[in-house]
């Protein structure tokens, strides 16, 4: 077998391209398909960006009126410009101009949840920004700096992110309950009740499963025996933690099955299955 290609050392490098690192031309020595799981998480992830944006600039079709279901999407919708029915906290925002999310106030910080989550790091880092695309694949970056200036910086946030995901998990929770209401009044379930209440289990379950929350909930603790309360929610959030990454990926697929849902009925290209009411 010939030797590896050799490289010269660059200037002020400090990631694989430093005059520490050994001096290889190859971008990787592996034979095998590395690069499926990176292509597979960036078509994922943009399949999601790609839905999500449309639908949420899209402002028709994301409340029905007669089984009060209204879509993640929009929740809460606060202005003037919300469908009558929709706007479950009234509204104090007036009109708003169309390149404005009615989800204006709460999608900005789901975003930035998502983003500095432990796991989606990891997975945009390698899919999108190759730091490293794969294990023993070398980054194209010279230099690595770390979570230390901007953008990534912001990453250090992701507790205040998880506070702001909580509070709105609870307003999801809220939608959710007044799904269960027939079409003439009163109690009513139908299948778009379920697909909601789904989504929003999964959300919270997702939520909680933050490296944020497990820390928060056992974290600077020197005898779990002293706080049997938050010893127990640590072991729940615990076993929840093991399926983050399963987790992050359902719920931007039960997001989506939901929003698609709520729109196919509201456009009147669907009838929701009535179980009750």
């Known amino acids: 077998m010939s030797a590896a290609p050799t490289r010269a050392p660059e200037s002020g490098a400090t990631g694989v391209f430093s005059k520490s690192r050994a001096a290889i031309a190859a971008k990787t020595l592996r034979t095998d398909r590395w690069w499926v799981p990176p292509l597979i998480t960036v078509l994922g992830l943009a399949v999601f960006v790609i839905y999500a944006t449309v639908r949420s600039f899209q402002r028709d079709y994301y409340w029905v009126n007669d089984y009060h279901y209204l879509t993640p999407f929009y929740s809460p919708c606060l202005s003037d410009s919300c469908v009558p029915g929709s706007s479950h906290f009234g509204t104090p925002i007036?009109?708003?101009?169309?390149?404005?999310?009615?989800?204006?106030?709460?999608?900005?910080?789901?975003?930035?949840?998502?983003?500095?989550?432990?796991?989606?790091?990891?997975?945009?880092?390698?899919?999108?920004?190759?730091?490293?695309?794969?294990?023993?694949?070398?980054?194209?970056?010279?230099?690595?700096?770390?979570?230390?200036?901007?953008?990534?910086?912001?990453?250090?946030?992701?507790?205040?992110?998880?506070?702001?995901?909580?509070?709105?998990?609870?307003?999801?929770?809220?939608?959710?309950?007044?799904?269960?209401?027939?079409?003439?009044?009163?109690?009513?379930?139908?299948?778009?009740?379920?697909?909601?209440?789904?989504?929003?289990?999964?959300?919270?379950?997702y939520t909680l499963s933050c490296h944020s929350c497990r820390h928060i909930a056992g974290g600077r603790l020197k005898h779990f025996s002293q706080h049997p309360v938050r010893y127990r929610f640590w072991t729940v959030v615990s076993k929840l933690n093991t399926r983050h990454m399963q987790l992050a990926w359902t719920t931007l697929a039960t997001l989506m099955l939901t929003d698609l849902y709520v729109a196919l009925v509201a456009a009147g290209k669907l009838s929701d299955l009535r179980f009750i009411g």
């Open 94 to 205: 007036p009109k708003l101009p169309s390149w404005i999310p009615l989800g204006f106030l709460v999608l900005p910080f789901l975003l930035l949840f998502r983003l500095t989550c432990y796991y989606y790091r990891k997975a945009y880092y390698r899919s999108v920004w190759f730091s490293p695309p794969a294990c023993a694949v070398a980054e194209p970056h010279a230099k690595y700096t770390g979570e230390t200036k901007l953008p990534l910086i912001i990453q250090n946030a992701h507790r205040y992110f998880f506070y702001a995901a909580c509070v709105i998990a609870v307003i999801n929770t809220y939608d959710a309950a007044l799904t269960f209401h027939a079409k003439d009044g009163g109690f009513g379930m139908g299948l778009g009740s379920l697909i909601i209440t789904v989504n929003v289990l999964l959300l919270w379950a």
